[in-house]
């Protein structure tokens, strides 16, 4: 039977392992019994609630992104959910590699330099912030960052925007995420 989303098939019941890879579409796919688990654990989640940000955000978020959105220990998360659907523990998570969203400003931001700012509020609720930033972030120029103001960490979408070569930086005020992109500076 094939793999989805690249997990493996557990015991051959039909149900992928739940692992720190797991998307969140498809954990809730699998087990919609334990969306109120998962919303618990990371608030941020009520808005999977919605249909809409349910198909987009939950196809690209994994449940590493889901831990960092929601301030937890990616093991605690992961192995409460496998608990909660009847799989063991793990001891060992196996993050391969642990993303950085936080920490000291980068030498290429410059505050004067933010040229588009974009806030959560003002964005269409059926919509992933992500996607107004990725138009905002075409259009600049060399030395220019846009700014996105959140309430909860936009961890798929800083993940997108890395990928895309992008350089993405977020600190916490406030209680208020300021996620900054810019053209990378390596090129």
């Known amino acids: 039977m094939p793999a989805l989303d690249g997990v493996c098939f557990d015991g051959g019941v039909g149900e992928s392992e739940i692992t720190a890879e797991t998307k969140v579409a498809t954990l809730l796919n699998e087990h919609p019994e334990v969306e109120d688990l998962l919303i618990s654990m990371a608030p941020a989640f009520i808005k999977l609630r919605n249909p809409v940000l349910r198909r987009s955000v939950g196809r690209v978020a994994t449940l590493t992104q889901a ?16 608990v909660a659907v009847g799989q063991a523990p793990l001891d060992n998570i196996g993050l391969a590699d642990e993303v950085e ?60 925007l890395r990928r895309k070569g992008y350089a993405v930086w977020s600190t916490e005020h406030v209680g208020l995420i300021r996620t900054f992109v810019a053209r990378s500076p390596l090129g």
């Open 67 to 82: 831990a960092a959105v929601g301030k937890i220990e990616v093991a605690e998360l992961v192995n409460e959910l496998r």
């Open 101 to 160: 969203y936080f920490g000291p400003a980068p030498e290429w931001f410059d505050e004067g330099a933010i040229v588009k700012v974009l806030h959560e509020q003002d964005l269409d609720p059926d919509v992933m912030p992500i996607n107004p930033l990725l138009r905002a972030v075409r259009d600049l120029g060399d030395g220019e960052t846009a700014e996105l103001v959140t309430e909860h960490l936009p961890a798929p979408g800083i993940d997108i």
